[in-house]
C-alpha cells in the first residue's frame, strides 16, 4: 500500500500544465487525438541545446496487468540514478508497449547500456522473462512522428537476437543478416513421422528445425514465415491422420500464435508445443498398430456425415469385411459399428453444444437421414434425448 500510494504522488506530481505526462507520450506516438500541437510544444519545451532524444520502448509480452506499477517503479529508479528528470511514458495496452520518451546529456550507448544492465536485467529478476527493449535515437524532436513505426519493426528482432539485448538500429546495420531459406528435408521428415506415428523422430526432427533457426541471423520476418510453413505443413498432416487433432490446433489458432510469436523462446515453445501434442495425442491412432484400421478410422473421421459402410470400406483397401471387422475389434476392443455410432453421438455433442443448429439438422451432419432414429440412438448412448442435453449443457 506505501509503495502504491508513493508511485500515485509520483504521479500527481509529473503533471504537464494539468495534463498527465502518461498521456501526452502515447497520443503523439500514434499521432491522434485533438491536443497533439500543444503535446509537441509541452515536450519541445523540454528539449535543451546538446540534448540527446531517446524512444525506449518496452514490450511487455508477460502478462504484465497487475505488474504495470512494478515495471514504471524499476523506471523511475533507473532515471534516478542517471539523474534523468525529462522522461514521458504511456502504456499502449493493445500493442502491449510500453513507451518512454528520454531527454538527456547521457551518451548513446552508455544508455543502452543502462537500459541493458539496469532495467532489463532488473526485469529478469523480477519474472519479466519475455520482456523486451527497444530503442531509437531521435536527431530531432519532429523524427517522433515516424517512430513508431520503427519502434514495431525493432520489436521483431528478439526472435534474431535473444531477450536479453536492447535492440537498436545501428546493432542491426553491423550485422550480416542471411537468408533463411525453407527447409524442405526437415519437412519430410517430419511428415513422415507423423505418417508413421514415430514420436521420438518426431522430436528430434524438431529439434534440428530449431537449431536450424538458430544457425545464422536471418531477418525476423523470413523466420516467422519459415515456421508458419514448418506448421502449416504439420498441421496438413494431421488432418490426414488426425482430423481431431488438427480440428483442435484449428480452434486454438496455433498458427496464428506462431505468426505473433515476438521473441525467439516464444516461437521455440510454441513450436515445441504443437510437436508435444502431436505425441501425446491420446486416441486410438497411438492404440492402434494396424495401419489398415488406422485408416479406416481415418476414413470414418473423414466420411463419417455419409452411408459408410464396413463392407465400403474394406473393398476400398482390397481386403474382406471379415477380416477388417476382426481386426478392429481385435485392436479397439469393440465393432466397427459401435466405433461409428460412438464418433457420431461425440460430433453430435458438439453440434447440440452450440445451440445453432435444429435436430434435424444435426443428425443429418453426422450421418442420420431419419431424425427420430438418430434420437433414439443417442438416448441409449447417452441417457438423455437430443433437446435435454441441449438444455442441460
Known amino acids: 500500500m506505501k509503495k502504491k500510494l508513493n508511485l500515485s504522488k509520483e504521479k500527481d506530481a509529473l503533471l504537464e500544465e494539468g495534463i498527465l505526462k502518461e498521456e501526452i507520450?502515447?497520443?503523439?506516438?500514434?499521432?491522434?487525438?485533438?491536443?497533439?500541437?500543444?503535446?509537441?510544444?509541452i515536450i519541445e519545451s523540454k528539449v535543451k541545446q546538446n540534448e540527446n532524444i531517446y524512444v525506449v520502448n518496452l514490450h511487455l509480452r508477460d502478462k504484465y496487468e497487475n505488474k504495470v506499477e512494478l515495471i514504471i517503479k524499476e523506471i523511475y529508479e533507473a532515471m534516478k540514478n542517471y539523474n534523468i528528470v525529462n522522461f514521458y511514458y504511456s502504456i499502449l495496452k493493445e500493442y502491449s508497449y510500453l513507451p518512454i520518451l528520454v531527454i538527456t546529456k547521457t551518451p548513446y550507448l552508455e544508455f543502452i547500456k543502462m537500459l541493458k544492465h539496469k532495467i532489463l536485467f532488473s526485469l529478469r529478476q523480477k519474472g519479466f522473462l519475455n520482456t523486451t527493449i527497444s530503442i531509437i535515437n531521435l536527431d530531432e524532436l519532429s523524427e517522433i512522428k515516424s517512430s513508431f513505426k520503427k519502434l514495431q519493426g525493432l520489436s521483431r528482432w528478439p526472435i534474431s537476437f535473444g531477450n536479453n539485448e536492447v535492440i537498436y538500429e545501428e546493432l542491426i546495420s553491423k550485422l550480416k543478416i542471411n537468408h533463411c531459406n525453407y527447409p524442405?528435408?526437415?519437412?519430410k521428415e517430419v511428415v513422415r513421422g507423423i505418417k508413421n506415428n514415430d514420436q521420438k523422430k518426431l522430436a528430434d526432427i524438431n529439434k534440428r528445425f530449431i537449431s536450424y533457426l538458430k544457425e545464422n541471423i536471418y531477418d525476423p520476418c523470413e523466420i516467422i514465415d519459415v515456421s508458419s510453413k514448418y506448421i502449416f505443413s504439420i498441421l496438413t498432416a494431421s488432418k490426414s491422420y488426425n482430423s481431431n487433432l488438427y480440428t483442435e490446433f484449428n480452434n486454438e489458432g496455433v498458427?496464428?500464435?506462431?505468426?505473433?510469436?515476438?521473441?525467439?523462446?516464444?516461437?521455440?515453445?510454441?513450436?515445441?508445443?504443437?510437436?508435444?501434442?502431436?505425441?501425446?495425442?491420446?486416441?486410438?491412432?497411438?492404440?492402434?498398430?494396424?495401419?489398415?484400421?488406422?485408416?479406416?478410422?481415418?476414413?470414418?473421421k473423414e466420411y463419417y456425415s455419409d452411408k459408410i459402410s464396413l463392407e465400403e470400406i474394406a473393398s476400398g483397401m482390397n481386403i474382406t469385411p471379415e477380416y477388417l471387422?476382426?481386426?478392429?475389434?481385435?485392436?479397439?476392443?469393440?465393432?466397427f459399428s459401435d466405433y461409428l455410432k460412438e464418433f457420431r453421438i461425440h460430433k453430435a455433442k458438439e453440434l447440440l453444444g452450440s445451440n445453432k443448429l435444429k435436430i434435424y439438422e444435426i443428425a443429418e451432419k453426422v450421418g442420420y437421414s431419419d431424425s427420430k432414429?438418430?434420437?433414439?440412438?443417442?438416448?441409449?448412448?447417452?441417457?438423455?434425448?437430443?433437446?435435454?442435453?441441449?438444455?442441460f449443457y
Open 373 to 391: 432414429y438418430f434420437c433414439k440412438v443417442f438416448k441409449e448412448s447417452t441417457g438423455m434425448s437430443p433437446k435435454e442435453y441441449m438444455k
Open 255 to 300: 498458427l496464428d500464435s506462431i505468426k505473433n510469436s515476438f521473441t525467439f523462446d516464444e516461437l521455440k515453445e510454441r513450436l515445441n508445443y504443437v510437436i508435444r501434442k502431436m505425441c501425446e495425442r491420446n486416441d486410438e491412432g497411438t492404440k492402434v498398430n494396424s495401419l489398415i484400421v488406422r485408416k479406416a478410422i481415418n476414413y470414418i
Open 325 to 335: 471387422s476382426r481386426l478392429f475389434t481385435k485392436e479397439l476392443g469393440k465393432s
Open 184 to 187: 524442405r528435408e526437415i519437412e
Open 25 to 41: 507520450l502515447g497520443q503523439v506516438l500514434l499521432n491522434k487525438g485533438q491536443n497533439l500541437e500543444h503535446f509537441y510544444k
